[in-house]
């Protein structure tokens, strides 16, 4: 199991955490996700043998949301 934490751009709105959220819980490999508003960032534990962190920002950049940085 790996955990990232992905920093995106400020957040504009409440609803951005339901579809971060939602497409999130969907995807295969992600075991667990936190979407943080006040800071913008997105907590990710996901196993690496089914995804990796480029997959999942690919994923976020195709939903809207420019990824700063993954730590």
Same mark, same amino acid.
Do not use: H, W
């Given at each position: 199991?790996?955990?990232? =934490?992905?920093?995106?751009? =400020?957040?504009?709105?409440? &609803?951005? %955490?339901?579809?971060?959220? !939602? %497409?999130?819980?969907? =995807?295969?490999? *992600?075991?667990? &996700?936190? +979407? ?5 960032? %997105?907590? %990710?534990? /996901?196993?690496?043998? =089914?995804?990796?962190?480029?997959? *999942?920002?690919?994923?976020?950049? !195709?939903?809207? /949301?420019? +990824?700063?940085? +993954?730590?």
């Amino acid at each position: 199991m790996t955990n990232k =934490t992905f920093q995106l751009e =400020t957040f504009t709105c409440p &609803s951005c %955490v339901a579809k971060i959220e !939602g %497409v999130l819980k969907k =995807t295969k490999g *992600i075991e667990q &996700s936190e +979407v943080l508003f006040n800071s913008s960032r %997105v907590k %990710v534990a /996901y196993d690496d043998a =089914t995804i990796n962190d480029n997959q *999942i920002k690919f994923k976020l950049e !195709g939903l809207g /949301y420019k +990824v700063l940085s +993954v730590k």
